[in-house]
């Protein structure tokens, strides 16, 4: 009886604890994550009205300490711990619509008030967003499953068990070659490739040919045409006039950096400060040239300071977006309605770029000078004379200027005209008894002048000091140049210190008052060429001059920085005017990552790169992890690739991002290629992509990856394959831009005439990365598969779906070309009937058999076209382009047939 009362005391204690625990957990908040459930609802219900672009009230939600503030009332709108005498609270909870928040908008819901009552009583803090927290190591989540092969599939696992759902198979093999080769070279595989794959049943098969897609030169190809989406690469400047730039070789530079797999810190640090390197290679500067796409404008009559200033806003919001996946492109105007950054900071950031050379020249200047090999090693040798007879940093100046014609002053700069002007915006040109001014020049230790002009007619000029008037500094005399750009050097003996320099022309024999005598283009100032009383002097004086005026020299938009004399100011601009200067401030990164600078960086694009790449910045890792996710998955871990922040759609798999991110930067010491491996090798990535009605219902866009990627081929991928098919592909790498078919008509290029005019030899079947890109007129058929125009930075291709795609495919003069190619090799390679060569042709394509009733279809159609074919000859030779041995009724048939086949849906799908 004791032991029966025992134990029933002994639950009865029991129930009373449950009950007890019960009741704490009840009257327990529990915690608010400011991120997750506050963030949303402020950025959605409040601050449109109390954020970065207005404050009503006096009261903002963008940084804690503005929230915290007195509000134009006397009284802060929250109090930490008190949500009851919190007037926000308050106000969302009134009933009168006169006075409840938000203001003539649906009102919060009771959740959502909850939500922030038991915020502010647990203190109102602001957390960190997830992708501006430092990384760390992650942990890898423990699954027991043999559906395993590396750490990216415990991840996808864990999140699929939470879910109650089952990873697909493996794709056949087929399927995982053509999937994995269009993924990282972009087109199909050599055949020997394919086929030495297909017949390897060895277990590392599938891993021995992601080692040699890895390999391939072609890699490089394929990643180039991602970033030059980034890099807003064209070959022509933009804006209403659109004239050419020769620009391709940084495309190359792309190519090559890929396919050698430079580390992506090295990789972003080259493409920012290429320049500011210690002894710059010419593949360093040529990787400036990702800040040198902007636009520049050509037309007369344009404000070149309102361009410039255009173009360094561009590359603050390129280098944003594309390196760290943030729009930062608004704070131009006022703070982040969103994210914490504030109007100053923009300008702050944007004080690195703004002492860039570049000022909308026409010429592009500054441009690295390439010489041919006798004048390489003219420069070698000069170089080397002056480092041991005179000294090396002696040897690195004229190094420099050589290469680049840097720094000097250009002409743009001129104001004062009197018989004079800006000829188009770019040039200073004299009439007679003309001059102006140049303004401001820093002539401490210069003692030496290298003007480039051209003249009409010979004559006089005269340079004069502070003003026309002033002491005559120099008078040299100009030649008739025959309208060819020309050098004058002379020794000068100006004072100390910074003074204005008029220029002057004097012709007396000159008629008219209105013709033109001399333009100039640029000046130097620098100091008489050093060492005339060392042995080879004159040899070395000889080759100075003749590399100055180098002819038939190529060159590429580059990045250089104004010297110390010249450096800017970099003021705020009131509400994003450029017209409007504010404060002034200087270099500095924003405050709310909480990352500073690296101790010693210095306050240039190089400190700002050594920023950017610093582990304790995990933007910039998150944003290429994500990046090259999309690209193989379809969408980014964050579908947003433009915007990591509050207003973007939040990681599916959190933990994932970060752990890849983690090790892209230490584990895999910034190799994309052993970060695309370790995607491309998991088990998620080769799922068959067939869709179960359960996955449908549950996880229709495949955002738990419980299949495989499932994708439309980007334009590039599309042409290219299509050039595989019809074996006419021309694997030649790297060069100038090349003209494939294009209707005529497409470009109006009144300023200069330039036409399409499509090349031959086999360039014009180059792979789609080497297509001539005009911005105004980009090439259609891959601006109509959702290419970009490239005027400005593009994070992310949104994919379409539309029937114009069809018709390029099957209509587009490159593609029928293509088609009747494919026909030709089908007839030669594929057997002797119809059938088998249909048969062959679909197996050329996807690598394996057709399925029967795809081939009667495709059997019916030729049979229907060739009736049609029999009775018009004419429409026969217009499909073969032209009376040839292949004009027959049975090959323009076969070429319908062809030209269906790279239509299909499994073609231009990537499954």
């Known amino acids: 009886m004791r032991k029966v009362f025992n134990n029933k005391m002994v639950w009865i204690g029991l129930g009373l604890a449950v ?48 929230a915290l503030a007195k509000t134009e009332s006397g009284k802060p709108a929250i109090i930490p711990g008190n949500p009851g005498e919190s007037e926000m609270i308050r106000r969302l909870s009134l009933k009168d619509p006169e006075e409840r928040m938000p203001y003539q908008h649906e009102p919060l819901s009771g959740e959502e008030i909850d939500i922030l009552t038991k915020w502010i009583k647990q ?105 030059m989406d980034l890099a807003r690469y064209a070959d022509t400047k933009g804006y209403e006039a659109d004239g050419g730039r020769v620009t391709w070789r940084y495309r190359d530079w792309l190519i090559k950096a890929f396919n050698e797999d ?39 009559g344009t404000d070149n300071e309102e361009f410039r200033t255009a173009a360094v806003l ?44 570049d000022e909308d020249t026409y010429e592009d200047y500054p441009l690295l000078r390439q010489y041919k090999s006798g004048d390489s090693l003219k420069l070698m040798q000069l170089t080397g004379w002056l480092a041991k007879n005179v000294s090396q940093q002696k040897a690195d100046e004229v190094y ?30 004299l009439r007679k008894n003309g001059s102006c001014r140049l303004p401001s020049v820093a002539l401490d230790g210069k003692d030496y002048l290298v003007v480039r002009y051209t003249a009409e007619k010979s004559g006089l000029c005269k340079i004069t000091l502070d003003s026309l008037n002033g002491q005559v500094l120099k008078t040299f005399p100009v030649n008739n140049t025959k309208y060819k750009w020309q050098f004058a050097s002379f020794s000068i003996e100006p004072p100390p210190g910074i003074h204005h320099l008029y220029f002057s022309y004097i012709n007396p024999a000159m008629k008219s008052m209105e013709e033109t005598g001399v333009t100039f283009e640029w000046f130097y100032f620098t100091q008489k060429f050093p060492g005339q009383c060392k042995t ?6 000889t080759q100075y001059q003749d590399l100055l005026d180098a002819k038939d020299i190529s060159t590429t938009p580059i990045m250089v920085d104004n010297p110390a004399d010249r450096q800017r100011e970099t003021h705020v601009f009131e509400r994003g005017n450029w017209l409007v200067k504010g404060d002034m401030v200087q270099p500095a990164v924003p405050a709310a990552l909480n990352y500073a600078m690296p101790k010693k960086a210095p306050k240039n694009r190089l400190g700002l790169a050594m920023w950017l790449t610093s582990k304790q910045n995990p933007l910039v890792a998150r944003t290429m992890v994500n990046r090259l996710w999309e690209q193989l998955f379809g969408a980014g871990i964050a579908e947003t690739l433009e915007d990591l922040g509050t207003q973007g759609i939040s990681p599916t798999h959190l933990e994932l991002l970060n752990y890849l991110s983690f090790q892209f930067m230490n584990g895999y010491q910034w190799s994309i290629k052993r970060l695309l491996k370790e995607m ?10 067939k869709v179960t009605e359960e996955l449908k219902e549950k996880d229709l866009f495949n955002k738990l990856y419980a299949r495989g990627p499932r994708v439309r081929l980007s334009a590039e991928q599309v042409r290219d394959q299509a050039l595989c098919f019809s074996s006419s592909i021309n694997k030649d790498m790297y060069g100038p831009s090349v003209f494939p078919f294009q209707p005529k008509g497409l470009w109006l290029s009144p300023y200069n005439g330039a036409d399409w005019e499509m090349n031959k030899n086999g360039q014009q079947y180059r792979r789609a990365v080497y297509t001539y890109w005009k911005r105004t007129a980009p090439y259609p058929s891959m601006l109509t598969f959702d290419g970009a125009s490239r005027e400005v930075c593009t994070a992310r291709r ?19 070309d293509m088609s009747r190619l494919f026909a030709y090799h089908l007839q030669k390679e594929g057997g002797k009937s119809v059938q088998q060569q249909i048969a062959k042709g679909y197996e050329l394509m996807l690598y394996k058999p057709i399925a029967p009733a795809k081939l009667q279809s495709l059997l019916k159609l030729y049979n229907e076209a060739l009736v049609k074919f029999r009775k018009n000859k004419e429409q026969v030779c217009a499909i073969n382009g032209g009376m040839n041995e292949y004009a027959t009724p049975e090959t323009a048939a076969l070429i319908v047939v062809a030209n269906a086949m790279l239509n299909l849906d499994e073609v231009v799908t990537k499954g």
């Open 19 to 66: 009950l007890l625990g019960l009741f704490l957990l009840a009257t327990h908040d529990e915690q608010i994550d400011y991120s997750t459930q506050v963030k949303p609802i402020l950025n959605k219900k409040c601050i449109t009205c109390h954020g970065g672009v207005k404050a009503k009230a006096g009261f903002s939600l963008l940084f804690r300490e503005e």
């Open 123 to 227: 203190g109102a803090q602001w957390g960190e967003h997830w992708a501006y927290v430092p990384l760390k190591p992650v942990e890898v989540p423990a699954v027991n499953s043999a559906f395993v092969k590396n750490s990216v599939d415990n991840f996808i696992l864990a999140k699929l068990e939470e879910e109650k759902l089952q990873p697909s198979a493996e794709a056949d093999k087929p399927t995982l070659l053509r999937r994995v080769s269009l993924d990282l070279i972009g087109m199909q595989p050599s055949p020997s490739l394919a086929s030495q794959y297909l017949g390897n049943s060895n277990t590392n098969a599938y891993e021995m040919l992601v080692d040699s897609l890895l390999a391939s030169p072609h890699f490089g190809e394929r990643w180039a045409s991602l970033w």
């Open 262 to 300: 430079k580390p992506y810190d090295k990789f972003l640090t080259e493409q920012l400060a290429g320049d500011l390197l210690p002894n710059p290679t010419d593949a360093q500067y040529i990787a400036t040239a990702f800040h040198r796409n902007t636009m520049t404008n050509d037309e007369g």
């Open 314 to 357: 561009d590359r603050v919001n390129t280098t944003w977006e594309a390196l760290m996946g943030t729009t930062f492109a608004c704070v131009q105007c006022h703070s982040h309605p969103y994210d914490p950054f504030r109007h100053e900071e923009y300008y702050k950031f944007l004080a690195y770029f703004n002492n860039s050379r």
């Open 400 to 429: 420099t200027f050589l290469k680049t014609w840097q720094p000097t002053i250009n002409s743009l700069q001129c104001d004062s005209f009197i018989n004079g002007a800006q000829v188009s915006s770019w040039y200073a040109a």
């Open 536 to 541: 080879g002097y004159e040899t070395a004086y």
């Open 680 to 689: 491309v090798m998991s088990a998620t990535y080769r799922q068959d992509s």
């Open 798 to 816: 949104v994919r379409t779906n539309t029937p114009l795609q069809a018709l390029v495919t099957l209509n587009d003069s490159a593609y029928v």
